[in-house]
């Protein structure tokens, strides 16, 4: 478990068995010189958790394929992504190394359809981690994630939300799309008088379908 003045470490919860949920919570505090991250600003429409009929044409997904990098080119984030599944006590592991992000392999792999997880530490005691610059990002960006069967899944940002720790809404974040979705999380909200983050970022996007050219 990686700790840091703003890390994300999972924490167990009974939901994470049952729905693949990662609760993300905050380490101690260290010791460099950079500025912290951007605060978010929530904007856009969250995906409702139930299913309702769309007017539009539900893109079609890609075929499963393990997803190794993520890109939002306009905040500069990149991450290599590591493949994990839940531990017996139900808790979602980071990678070791916080310059990689999690994928949860129990998820749609992204570009498949439905809701794909990936979360990621946002710094360590030694610097900004894989999900630093995640909450500056907004509605409209572009997210590209690399697949290993060498295509990109492209994904547009509909949404961004800040949750408090304690009342992460799993049923929201985790509810099933009905087209490639992803869903990236990371921590927010640094409290310096208890050297913790108290919320969470989450970024819900989504593959649009492409327009149809006149005829």
Known sequence: MTEGRRSIVTAA?????????VALSAGIAGNWNVAPP????????????????VSSPIP??????????VDIPQVGLHANLQAVTLSPDGEVPLPEDPVYA???????????????????????????????QLSAVHPGMAVAVKRRD??????????????PQNAFPAATVYAPAP????????????????????????VYATTHPRPVPDA
Request: with cysteine.
């Open 13 to 21: 919860a009974g939901v994470c068995v049952l729905a693949g949920t």
């Open 38 to 53: 951007a605060k978010p600003v929530p904007a856009g429409t969250v995906p409702p958790t139930a299913q309702r009929p």
């Open 60 to 69: 079609a997904g890609l075929p499963r394929s393990q997803p190794t990098a």
């Open 102 to 132: 999690a994928w949860l392999a129990s998820s749609p792999t992204p570009g498949e359809r439905g809701a794909s997880i990936v979360a990621g530490h946002v710094d360590t005691d030694h610097g900004p981690a894989a999900f630093y």
């Open 150 to 163: 060498g295509t990109t899944a492209h994904f547009t940002i509909d949404a961004v939300a800040v949750y």
């Open 179 to 202: 087209g490639p979705a992803l869903r990236l999380i990371t921590c927010t909200g640094w409290d310096p008088d208890t050297r913790a983050y108290q919320d969470n970022v989450v």
